[in-house]
């Protein structure tokens, strides 16, 4: 089969599995990117034998709602920012409801509405949820001969959910692809935490990376550069960041410990005057003038 497919996407269901990844919830409205889904989703229906449709067309469907669980709710102005960023990209539909209470059943159901009426146009549909009140509407559309893709966040996808579905995508070990990465710089005479933090949540992990300090004091991770490569201008460096080893992007940057000895090693090696290439504790090498 050929063609377009839609991707529908739950969106409070989709939310709340990233957060479950540890994801602190103001990286996710700052970074998430629904056009890295819709990558990594069609890398993976290429695979799919019989399927050969793309996803263009991408609908977010979610109440008017805070995102997340009360331990990590969104703020308004996090929500808002989320959802003005998804917006403007390319080929997505933000739906948004108003519904009363506590439940999201007007989700649930707007969802279903939208597989029927996009299934009367095709073949197929991607589904972005693993909410067992899509039974119904899955069991429905395969006994019309109608294929729906799930795509799952998490380890283990209801057996009732993969059970009417056409195949299952599991995306929870790429979720890199879900996150857009500026590779900002700060300068180290006034680096902060939450800068240290913004740095390293803005470094792609599929790609190694290094964090370099230059003798301007400009604090960054390098993902063109790394190793020995190019070095003019560099005070110093730390260990090359293997790909998709954690040590950077939104998950990394979740860490609160984490963060905070990247930082005080940062600071330290400026403090101290360090040069050159740094693969064990500051201190250990560089000594207190």
Request: net charge neutral.
């Amino acid at each position: 089969m050929n063609g377009k497919a839609a991707m529908i996407i739950d969106g409070p269901n989709f939310i709340n599995r990233i957060l479950d990844m540890g994801i602190d919830k103001d990286l996710i409205s700052k970074q998430l990117i629904l056009g890295g889904l819709r990558e990594v989703i069609n890398i993976k229906l290429r695979d799919l034998v019989k399927i050969k449709s793309q996803c263009e067309i991408i609908e977010f469907v979610c109440s008017k709602k805070l995102f997340g669980p009360s331990s990590s709710k969104f703020t308004q102005d996090e929500r808002d920012n989320l959802l003005d960023r998804i917006m403007g990209e390319i080929g997505v539909h933000v739906e948004q409801l108003d519904i009363r209470g506590r439940s999201e059943k007007g989700v649930d159901n707007m969802i279903s509405t939208k597989i029927e009426t996009y299934l009367e146009h095709s073949e197929s549909i991607v589904l972005v949820s693993e909410d067992r009140d899509f039974i119904p509407v899955l069991k429905k559309m395969r006994e019309r001969a109608k294929k729906i893709i799930v795509v799952s966040l998490k380890d283990k996808c209801p057996k009732e959910i993969t059970n009417e579905a056409y195949a299952k995508i599991d995306i929870k070990d790429d979720y890199e692809y879900l996150f857009k990465y500026s590779y900002p710089y700060f300068f180290v005479q006034k680096f902060t935490v939450d800068e240290c933090r913004e740095v390293i949540s803005n470094a792609d992990d599929r790609k190694p990376n290094q964090i370099r300090v230059d003798n301007d004091g400009r604090v960054h991770v390098s993902h063109e550069n790394v190793g020995m490569d190019n070095l003019a201008g560099v005070k110093y460096r730390f260990e090359t960041f293997g790909r998709y080893k954690g040590y950077v992007g939104p998950k990394a940057a979740s860490d609160k410990k984490y963060v905070a000895k990247q930082f005080n090693e940062i600071k330290l090696a400026w403090e101290l005057g360090a040069e050159g290439y740094i693969d064990v504790p500051v201190e250990a090498i560089w000594k207190k003038k």
